[in-house]
């Protein structure tokens, strides 16, 4: 079965970095777009970037000059590197990836900004 599988969320202070990793299984890894979506508090679920099996890129306009989406695809892995973190980055971040219509999610992982 699919299994997206998040790690790397973490508190951090303003202005620093954080590397998130979604490990995927139960489906053919190179040929899906994978994405991150984050859910804040008290607010909408929201695309944050997506990838395609070839490694093109979208991003939310906002984001998109402090987050960089990558993908191994020898280790059925997408990552998402966010630089230049503010309290308003603080949210569950969850990897996503759509197949036949149907829609997976992992589990999230916490990533928290505060001084």
């Known amino acids: 079965q699919v299994q997206l599988v998040e790690s790397g969320g973490d508190l951090v202070q303003p202005g620093g970095s954080l590397r998130l990793s979604c490990t995927a299984s139960g489906f053919t890894f190179s040929n899906r777009p994978m994405s991150w979506y984050r859910q804040a508090p008290g607010k909408e679920r929201e695309l944050v970037a997506s990838?395609?099996?070839?490694?093109?890129?979208m991003y939310k306009p906002s984001l998109k000059d402090r987050f960089i989406i990558s993908r191994d695809n020898a280790n059925n892995t997408v990552h998402l590197q966010m630089n230049g973190l503010k309290p308003e980055d603080t949210a569950i971040y969850l990897c996503?990836?759509?197949?036949?219509?149907?829609?997976?999610w992992g589990q999230g992982t916490q990533v928290a900004v505060s001084s």
């Open positions: 996503n990836v759509r197949i036949q219509s149907r829609s997976y």
């Open positions: 990838i395609t099996g070839i490694g093109s890129t």
